[in-house]
């Protein structure tokens, strides 16, 4: 399968996903940064990109253990998420491993993400908490009481999270 195919089909496990968030009313979850991680992929994919994919993938690193911990703990499991987090991940993955894991690509994610953290701040209603750009994780807020200590731990997590990630693939896929 060629890289164009990857690429259009990240970006329909993206469509089966953000439309069950639009005809359910909910398009602010379109943002979360593990769907935006399947768009980056696919469009990285189709223009031959390894930075957009490696940014897509180390989100992936990232957010689908958050994921997971949230569905562990009484989060709602969507069957259509499994396109984003797992079909993302496995495109994004098999992408890489033909165009290889670009140096300082952990640097680019977490441009990426702060960049869109700030996107969601301005755009998404504070309720939804996308990407939890408002508030603690709901059930979280007792282990964090200041949401600026929680934004902190998750940004540093996160790099430690891209860098480790981008130094395992690197390891892997050469």
């Known amino acids: 399968m060629t890289t164009r195919w990857l690429g259009i089909a990240a970006l329909g496990c993206f469509a089966v996903h953000g439309s069950y968030h639009v005809f359910a009313r909910r398009w602010p979850d ?6 935006i991680a399947a768009v980056l992929i696919g ?3 189709l223009l031959e990109r390894a930075e957009l994919v490696a940014i897509g993938v180390l989100w992936l690193c990232f957010g689908n253990p958050l994921w ?16 984003t987090h797992v079909g993302g991940l496995a495109i ?5 491993n033909r165009l290889g894991m670009p140096r300082h690509a952990w640097l680019y994610a977490t441009a990426a993400f702060l960049g869109l953290l700030l996107l969601t701040r301005l755009i998404t209603p504070r309720a939804a908490n996308v990407n939890l750009a408002f508030a603690v994780a709901s059930g979280w807020e007792e282990t964090f ?11 540093a997590a996160g790099i430690a999270t891209f860098a480790a990630a981008e130094f395992g693939l690197r390891k892997v896929l050469e």
């Open 43 to 45: 469009v990285g994919a």
């Open 145 to 155: 009481p200041s949401y600026s200590l929680y934004l902190l731990l998750m940004i």
């Open 68 to 83: 997971i911990l949230d569905i562990t703990t009484g989060g709602e499991l969507l069957p259509t998420s499994l396109f």
């Open 92 to 96: 994004g993955l098999a992408v890489l």
């Open 30 to 35: 379109v943002l979360w940064g593990c769907h």
